[in-house]
């Protein structure tokens, strides 16, 4: 009864919290002389604060109606292209007009772990611009009727593939926190039957791989107890009258009150300072607190089954890790993955999701080549900014990106077994966005031979001081070695390149296209202050 419960404490709290809201709006109103007093800004401000402590947070919407691609607004429209009892699936149609080109087509999988797909409105809103977004809106249990049937893992990696199958080839799959479980094993099961629509890339976000591995507080817990405990004690049925009257599900709520008791200590002076913005008129500090807030506490149910199957195979057996996992009574096994390339990212601070969890996938993918796969440790972020935030935007989703466009296409066939005998057990560290091929050192001038096209353009030592060649976006320390070590040390030199010398340049580098893709040629020219002479 325990649900029941809840909700009628939420209906028995509705007259305090209409009173709060009003008593908010009489101190508020600029024509109540108490509005311009430290006391009158103290009582709105706490009654604001009772309101949203006692208030139900819907499911947010994304909002996301533009955003800019070259430099250029276009506008954005949110549709539903698939859907099914338990999910649709969002695009976001950036209206680009004669532009054929949209960037790599990700399937972006948000975790079905209590909050709303809304959680990574920043994570789209970053990748928005150079890609085309399709993401997964999982439908909050409660709203389900039974009629509809279970929902259980077996049918959230149906779900994968039947979604990749939809969206066709060369699509690029990210998975963020607890879907990368499945999306392994759904990558894993189509490459078993050769399915022409496995992803061209799988990109795993802190996700629980191998939680043996560096055990947090959430590991430890599931460890800790049968999963007969979380039958019995977490397992509920939806009250009256929501549409899923007598499902048994895992309540949001109670998902939401282990997350904030985890680092309750953050969440109480997060409020402290929410209120101490209020008093003292700080409106842009205290609409940070609202945003961050209607999209933390807006909470959805899971179905039973799901949770309890997902808490023993993934926390508790250890199924897809031990390579014991199941799918509808077959196999997964991960070393039949041979040609989607994978990128596995975690945040040095996560507490959620320990160091080297996600990483495990590399193990499991043993007959993956060493080229089609990469590590990334984001250092000082914690599990919500592996996905969101500044470091984010500016260090992690452009990793994520050159990784999708360096991997655009599957290979024409799977490498042999032997060809990929490598082991994955061997650390993999190299960031993404910053690992160059060997450079050839140009001990002298390259001799200027007819069948050479950057005899022209490349020198033996720079010609007085050498440009900084990382103020052009895309260029790191490794890739400016890099292109010193080849024989370019100004920015002249780049804005000068001919589309021949830019292939000479790329295969001798192994660029992968990045001089175009970045627009390098573009930016040279302005760092140069003169015109391109090609």
Same mark, same amino acid.
């Given at each position: 009864?325990?649900?029941?419960?809840?909700?009628?404490? !939420?209906?028995?709290?509705?007259?305090?919290?209409?009173?709060?809201?009003?008593?908010?709006?009489?101190?508020?109103?600029?024509?109540?002389?108490?509005?311009?007093?430290?006391?009158?800004?103290?009582?709105?401000?706490?009654?604001?604060?009772?309101?949203?402590?006692?208030?139900?947070?819907?499911?947010?919407?994304?909002?996301?109606?533009?955003?800019?691609?070259?430099?250029?607004?276009?506008?954005?429209?949110?549709?539903?292209?698939?859907?099914?009892?338990?999910?649709?699936?969002?695009?976001?149609?950036?209206?680009?007009?004669?532009?054929?080109?949209?960037?790599?087509?990700?399937?972006?999988?948000?975790?079905?772990?209590?909050?709303?797909?809304?959680?990574?409105?920043?994570?789209?809103?970053?990748?928005?611009?150079?890609?085309?977004?399709?993401?997964?809106?999982?439908?909050?249990?409660?709203?389900?009727?039974?009629?509809?049937?279970?929902?259980?893992?077996?049918?959230?990696?149906?779900?994968?593939?039947?979604?990749?199958?939809?969206?066709?080839?060369?699509?690029?799959?990210?998975?963020?926190?607890?879907?990368?479980?499945?999306?392994?094993?759904?990558?894993?099961?189509?490459?078993?039957?050769?399915?022409?629509?496995?992803?061209?890339?799988?990109?795993?976000?802190? /996700?629980?791989?191998?939680?043996?591995?560096?055990?947090?507080?959430?590991?430890?817990?599931?460890?800790?107890?049968?999963?007969?405990?979380?039958?019995?004690?977490?397992?509920?049925?939806?009250?009256?009258?929501?549409?899923?009257?007598?499902?048994?599900?895992?309540?949001?709520?109670?998902?939401?009150? /282990?997350?904030?008791?985890?680092?309750?200590?953050?969440?109480?002076?997060?409020?402290?300072?929410?209120?101490?913005?209020?008093?003292?008129?700080?409106?842009?500090?205290?609409?940070?607190?609202?945003?961050?807030?209607?999209?933390?506490?807006?909470?959805?149910?899971?179905?039973?089954?799901?949770?309890?199957?997902?808490?023993?195979?993934?926390?508790?057996?250890?199924?897809?890790?031990?390579?014991?996992?199941? !799918?509808?009574?077959?196999?997964?096994?991960?070393?039949?993955?041979?040609?989607?390339?994978?990128?596995?990212?975690?945040?040095?601070?996560?507490?959620?999701?320990?160091?080297?969890?996600?990483?495990?996938?590399?193990?499991?993918?043993?007959?993956?080549?060493?080229?089609?796969?990469? !590590?990334?440790?984001?250092?000082?972020?914690?599990?919500?900014?592996?996905?969101?935030?500044?470091?984010?935007?500016?260090?992690?989703?452009?990793?994520?990106?050159?990784?999708?466009?360096? !991997?655009?296409?599957?290979?024409?066939?799977?490498?042999?077994?032997?060809?990929?005998?490598?082991?994955?057990?061997?650390?993999?560290?190299?960031?993404?966005?910053?690992?160059?091929?060997?450079?050839?050192?140009?001990?002298?001038?390259?001799?200027?031979?007819?069948?050479?096209?950057?005899?022209?353009?490349?020198?033996?030592?720079?010609?007085?001081?050498?440009?900084?060649?990382?103020?052009?976006?895309?260029?790191?320390?490794?890739?400016?070695?890099?292109?010193?070590?080849?024989?370019?040390?100004?920015?002249?030199?780049?804005?000068?390149?001919?589309?021949?010398?830019?292939?000479?340049?790329?295969?001798?580098?192994?660029?992968?296209?990045?001089?175009?893709?970045?627009?390098?040629?573009?930016?040279?020219?302005?760092?140069?202050?003169?015109?391109?002479?090609?």
């Amino acid at each position: 009864m325990f649900y029941q419960v809840y909700e009628f404490n !939420h209906a028995a709290m509705s007259p305090l919290r209409a009173s709060a809201d009003m008593t908010r709006l009489y101190f508020q109103n600029p024509l109540n002389p108490f509005s311009h007093t430290p006391i009158g800004r103290s009582v709105a401000a706490g009654c604001e604060m009772i309101e949203r402590m006692t208030r139900r947070y819907g499911k947010p919407e994304f909002g996301l109606t533009q955003t800019t691609v070259s430099g250029v607004k276009v506008p954005v429209r949110e549709e539903i292209v698939w859907k099914k009892p338990f999910c649709n699936l969002l695009h976001f149609d950036r209206k680009l007009g004669e532009r054929k080109h949209k960037g790599p087509r990700i399937l972006m999988v948000a975790p079905m772990s209590g909050h709303y797909a809304t959680l990574l409105r920043g994570t789209v809103e970053t990748m928005l611009p150079s890609a085309d977004i399709y993401i997964t809106d999982w439908i909050d249990a409660r709203m389900v009727p039974l009629t509809e049937g279970r929902f259980d893992l077996d049918d959230y990696i149906d779900y994968v593939i039947e979604m990749l199958q939809f969206l066709g080839p060369d699509t690029h799959v990210m998975a963020v926190c607890q879907p990368s479980v499945p999306v392994l094993a759904a990558t894993a099961v189509m490459e078993a039957h050769n399915d022409p629509c496995v992803p061209a890339s799988v990109t795993l976000m802190g /996700g629980p791989i191998d939680t043996r591995i560096n055990p947090t507080a959430v590991n430890d817990l599931a460890e800790n107890k049968s999963i007969d405990w979380f039958e019995r004690n977490v397992i509920m049925k939806v009250p009256f009258p929501q549409p899923g009257f007598m499902r048994d599900v895992y309540p949001g709520f109670l998902q939401l009150s /282990g997350f904030m008791s985890m680092n309750l200590d953050r969440h109480v002076n997060a409020h402290h300072e929410f209120f101490q913005h209020l008093v003292s008129g700080d409106g842009d500090n205290a609409e940070k607190h609202r945003d961050f807030y209607d999209e933390y506490l807006a909470v959805m149910d899971l179905t039973a089954e799901f949770y309890l199957q997902t808490v023993e195979t993934v926390f508790i057996r250890h199924a897809l890790a031990k390579g014991k996992m199941r !799918h509808r009574g077959d196999l997964v096994d991960c070393g039949a993955i041979r040609r989607s390339a994978l990128l596995t990212i975690e945040g040095e601070k996560d507490d959620i999701t320990g160091r080297g969890q996600t990483m495990a996938a590399h193990n499991l993918c043993v007959n993956l080549s060493p080229d089609l796969r990469a !590590h990334y440790m984001q250092p000082d972020v914690g599990h919500y900014g592996v996905f969101n935030g500044s470091r984010f935007r500016s260090e992690i989703a452009p990793r994520i990106l050159d990784f999708m466009r360096s !991997h655009a296409h599957l290979p024409a066939s799977a490498p042999k077994a032997a060809d990929t005998a490598k082991s994955a057990s061997a650390e993999v560290t190299i960031p993404v966005a910053e690992k160059p091929a060997e450079a050839k050192p140009a001990a002298k001038a390259p001799a200027k031979a007819a069948s050479d096209p950057l005899a022209e353009v490349l020198l033996a030592r720079p010609r007085g001081v050498a440009d900084d060649l990382t103020a052009i976006s895309g260029v790191g320390p490794k890739l400016q070695t890099a292109l010193n070590g080849a024989g370019i040390f100004h920015y002249w030199q780049i804005a000068a390149l001919t589309d021949e010398q830019i292939a000479a340049l790329d295969s001798r580098l192994d660029f992968r296209g990045r001089i175009d893709r970045d627009g390098w040629i573009e930016q040279a020219r302005k760092l140069a202050e003169q015109p391109a002479t090609h």
